[in-house]
């Protein structure tokens, strides 16, 4: 506990918020990427959202200090043990019993909160315990930017590849419906503007051919957005 206190204490708070802002800008980059990668989307209208950056850069910083700390814990196991002469073999315990514990709650929050699909959770839901394991075992051998680079590494791609997950475990959406007219989804949003694409709602499927139109009607054209579970969906290719 003693040096979890000294870690908080000597680690500069104006670094961990800088760190934490830029990972986080990457990791809603990457997720954005994602899901833009999935409905093919082009990237130039990736916009930094503001409200979700600031949520995305508080879960880096919680993300950043949990992982800190539990390397603190886990490395004075380490430590202790070089100094008792005692097999580094046993120290390998906490960390398994640590991702016994964490596994299922990864696991949980998947399928309950994101409500990804088993196969899904399964693929990528543990990427957070793979960056943990391989981290805490660089660091036995000082290997600290490796450690740091398998850190970035494994981020940004949990990050992107729960983008895509999600995308395609989508079932609710808004649909923009006008009188007589081809329905579209909404997929995103732009400068103000719903970033929409055709949508087949019997065949479930998205012609990626996109416009752009403004949040509020005209007079005499009005726009109305329906949120309805249609399934998921599917992403037609680009006509040729």
Not at 11 to 20: G, H, K, M, N, R
Not at 92 to 121: E, R, W, Y
Not at 202 to 217: C, D, G, H, Q, Y
Request: aromatic residues 12%; positive net charge; proline residues 3%.
């Amino acid at each position: 506990m003693k040096n979890i206190k000294d870690l908080l204490s000597n680690t500069d708070l104006a670094f961990l918020l800088t760190i934490s802002a830029v990972g986080g800008y990457g990791l809603f980059y990457t997720y954005s990427l994602g899901v833009f990668k999935h409905y093919e989307i082009p990237i130039a209208f990736i916009e930094l959202n503001t409200r979700v950056l600031t949520g995305t850069v508080l879960f880096a910083l919680f993300m950043l200090l949990t992982f800190l700390i539990t390397v603190v814990i886990l490395n004075n196991d380490f430590k202790e043990r070089r100094e008792h002469g005692l097999p580094l073999k046993s120290a390998l315990k906490p960390i398994a019993i640590g991702a016994i514990i964490v596994c299922p709650i990864i696991i949980l929050f998947s399928l309950v909160i994101v409500k990804l699909s088993l196969k899904t959770t399964l693929t990528i839901g543990t990427f957070p315990v793979w960056t943990l394991m391989i981290s805490i075992a660089l660091i036995q051998f000082k290997k600290y930017l490796h450690t740091v680079v398998v850190l970035i590494i494994f981020s940004l791609s949990y990050s992107f590849l729960l983008g895509q997950a999600t995308s395609e475990e989508r079932v609710r959406y808004y649909i923009v419906t006008q009188e007589k007219a081809q329905p579209y989804v909404m997929l995103g949003m732009f400068q103000n503007q719903y970033i929409i694409a055709p949508v087949d709602l019997k065949k479930r499927s998205i012609t990626p051919a996109f416009r752009l139109i403004e949040t509020k009607s005209e007079k005499g054209n009005k726009v109305e957005l329906k949120y309805m579970n249609i399934g998921k969906m599917k992403v037609e290719r680009y006509a040729e």
